[in-house]
């Protein structure tokens, strides 16, 4: 099938212009397509990545940045928590989508931030955990977010990154790969009435390297250890980013990091 030449993901600057495009265009009907486009099996996998936060219970200091928030539904999956008390930072470039999911936070530990990724406002050692949902694929410099990502995070700190992937089964892959280029780019199109926003998603996954290549990237942007595991036969996975130690430097260089350990959890 002809893919539109906007659809296909750009390269630095233009890549991060596209993104901000699409976002702010589809941004009132993100949140209806998010759950139908994927059977609402989203939410369940939001569910996994809060957990493997592992964030102690009951700290009101607890410091979390959801970093390319959109619509705050990560973010409230981890304010919905019983034992969460600290305080979660969503910060998205895209201000519509933030705008779009204003409704959702009030009253809640959940503040908006507009800001890029590639460049947080943030000081570092800010905070206790860093989340991304379906973020990571669309940085135009998956390296240097995992870098910003690190020099942010405090010693000790984790970071959990839930992202589309390719499942390693070939019926599986079949499936999969039939409905993201045929179904869901039509679906996408009629729902959200936007022409090629919805075929960009499956030919940002298309190139975005595997989770093996992923942990790897994770090591070298400063995370002294790398685990991943996939979800629902491979459509997606978690990859969690462990600091360094408190007391260590998180941005040791590689000589002093251990080594990727791929925990691959099939769920
Ligand atoms: C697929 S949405 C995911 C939103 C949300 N995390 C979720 O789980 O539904 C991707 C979001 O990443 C944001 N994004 C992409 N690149 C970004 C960047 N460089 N800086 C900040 N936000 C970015 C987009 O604006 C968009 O809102």
Redesign the pocket.
Known sequence: MAISPEARPDRGEAR?RQ??TI?SEIAPRYDLL?HVLSLNIDRRW?RRAVDRLELPEGDPEALVLDA????Y??SLELASRRGFQGRIVA????RP?LVEGMDKVRASPIVPVC????RLPFPDDTFDRVMV???VR??SDVAAGFAEFARVLRPGGRLVVLEFTTPPNRLMRGAYLFYFHRVLPLVGRIVSGHPWAYTYLPESVKEFPGPGALATLLEEAGFAEAEWGYLTGGIAAIHVGKGAPAGDSHRSDADSRGSTVPSVESR
């Open positions: 991060e993104v901000r976002f998010n939001r390319c928030a959109g619509t539904d990560l910060s998205d470039f895209a989508m800001g890029d990724a590639l949902a379906f973020g669309n940085l």
